[in-house]
């Protein structure tokens, strides 16, 4: 068990912002409240998977809703702790711990502010090891876990019990139907797992991946060096592009974003086209007609100067990137997981997914 | 406490037919599904409002969703029955009795079958004493009964319960928005009253009050007595118009039957033009441009030759019906209640509500 710092929160919003794969919300608010608790004395502690009981409660945490709402309405802060609180009086279970429900993007930082409200310990680890758009796509569900009773609460106060569900597809449904009613953002936890459980499927060592990113590109431009050969050096990443942002097709549909980024090459790879499909994350990487990467692998697009990544919603006309490939976690990799993760269940029925290292 | 007769369910079907006012969805599956259980063995016992005990737990019960999908996707059986498991085992508390919610429409007939599955009494009253669209339009709500926890399940087993919402209109919300995703209809219950609540706020007697209705027209057709005088005479009511429908304009909109039907006068009434304005039910009816019966008064829609009542969405032109008046209940015709569902509330800002008997 160890106390995260200042530093720490901040590493970690530039690395949930990395791991974020273009979706999964702004960090930045949860930086500011994880921070702001803090300055009031709270104190953020994290726990290890090794650290954790077999015994232990455990619950995932995170906001649902659409990444471009969740930057105009700010959270009011504790609706995941409502949410906690429901579950624990209606399952009778008092709560050990939290884990991330996903470690890229908003979500990947909002569980600080809730261990920092809470006191209660954060796991390191999460359920995705990037960000994905539904609920169902976490390997704690992948994996056999079932999600209910879950909960959602939101910023007025209003908190939904999903008690019994056929299965976590019709969970993403319902509460998909009521963030929209409430107005486009709310906390939402899922069932308690044992630690046993976690220690087994959640995707391990995330908080400390994404502090670390957060540190190495804050070092390296420190001391003027590629931030994103930094990068590829700790996730064992490769550069799929640099280009200049050349066209770009987006819009909402049904709560996601949804287009697609042309790139013109420069660098290594003048005179060649590359594109990203987008639904709220980035989710197949192409240079010409060819696939180079696709989910569950990350595609991450990244500023050229400054290693920040940049989500779909702040993608521009114009912007040079490099577009970054970085391994999924073997637990994505599995057939069953591909059933959730990988290209198919995006609506790729010809991509066949290859870890990118093969391509 | 009394056990209804088989008689007595079919009589409810045509009662609750009427005092649907056009709306509540169509009665005649809950007959059937009542009827199913009975001759299986299961009783139907109403217990009267002077009988119910102070300190007993009683739950409102009915469907929610649109009529017109009602018609089309039966219900599994048990859907609030699980509502109602729900709600036991989030408040600790053992319903000893179920109210339905509304008399009017299916939902004056579902609870009877729910009656004969649980074995609970189903109390001699309901919350509207006619069929509104949403649920804040209860007595129950009106008077002050927060609806939290209310449940939800639906005809695959999803089980949704409503904790702490802000009030009843975001209960109506959010419990809409998770209907529309479970196909359009589904069992809802709300949060347990106290006898003594119930007995103070329920319109009393209207189970009774369907029952009689159905008998007096029953009775009427078989001694080829006019329906239509038996119903006025029972209920206090008046014939408004009789008429031809010449027009009828009539859409879905955000899961509600609306439009307008236009009538030709014939008998008393010839060289007259009727209209009623229609939103599930039967809101406003007007002779030319004057108002001569609103919301919450009870305007009826009746075939003018069986006295059978004729629901908005099987309305047809050239239809010959009889438009009746019936007095609402008083505990409709307070400021209070006037506020949730005088014409006001409905999207009227320029009618105020007179009883129809000063028109």
Redesign the interface.
């Known amino acids: 068990m160890r106390e995260l710092t200042v530093k720490d929160i901040e590493a970690m919003e530039i690395g949930a912002g990395i791991l974020g794969t273009g979706g999964g919300g702004n960090p930045y608010y949860g930086k500011l409240h994880a921070l702001n608790e803090m300055r009031q004395g709270a104190k953020v502690r994290l726990i290890s998977l090794d650290e954790l009981d077999d015994d232990a409660v455990v619950i995932s945490v995170g906001n649902i809703g659409a990444p471009a709402v969740s930057m105009e309405k700010i959270c009011e802060g504790n609706e995941i702790v409502?949410a906690i609180r429901?579950i624990e009086e209606?399952t009778g279970k008092k709560v050990d711990a939290i884990i991330p429900v996903e470690i890229g993007g908003a979500n990947g930082l909002r569980p600080a502010a809730i261990a920092a409200i809470t006191g209660l310990p954060m796991v390191d680890g999460d359920g995705m090891g990037r960000a994905f758009p539904e609920m169902q796509m976490t390997t704690f569900s992948i994996y056999g876990h079932c999600s209910m009773p879950a909960?959602m609460s939101d910023s007025?106060?209003?908190?939904?019990?999903?008690?019994?569900?056929?299965d976590e597809v019709?969970l993403e449904?319902?509460a998909r139907?009521?963030v929209?009613?409430?107005g486009g953002g709310a906390g939402m936890v899922e069932a308690p797992m044992s630690g046993a459980y976690v220690k087994r499927y959640a995707v391990p060592g995330t908080v400390t991946q994404a502090t670390n990113l957060g540190l190495a590109v804050m070092d390296a431009n420190k001391q003027k060096l590629d931030p994103i050969e930094q990068i590829c050096r700790q996730e064992n990443g490769q550069v799929l592009f640099t280009g200049k942002i050349t066209d770009l097709e987006r819009k909402m549909a049904a709560g996601f974003t949804r287009g697609i980024a042309s790139l013109e090459g420069f660098g290594d790879f003048a005179e060649q086209q590359g594109s990203v499909d987008i639904q709220n994350e980035n989710l197949v990487f192409r240079i010409g007609e060819e696939v180079k990467c696709s989910v569950p692998d990350l595609i991450i697009i990244l500023d050229v100067e400054t290693g920040h990544a940049i989500t779909t919603e702040v993608l521009r006309y114009g912007q040079k990137v490099a577009v970054l490939g970085i391994p999924c976690h073997p637990l994505l990799r599995s057939t069953r997981a591909l059933e959730v993760v990988g290209p198919k269940a995006f609506g790729y029925p010809d991509i066949e997914y290859k870890p990118f290292e093969i391509y």
């Open positions: 409502r429901a209606n909960a007025h106060g209003n908190t939904v019990i999903f008690k019994d569900l056929i019709w449904r319902l139907a009521c929209v009613q409430m």
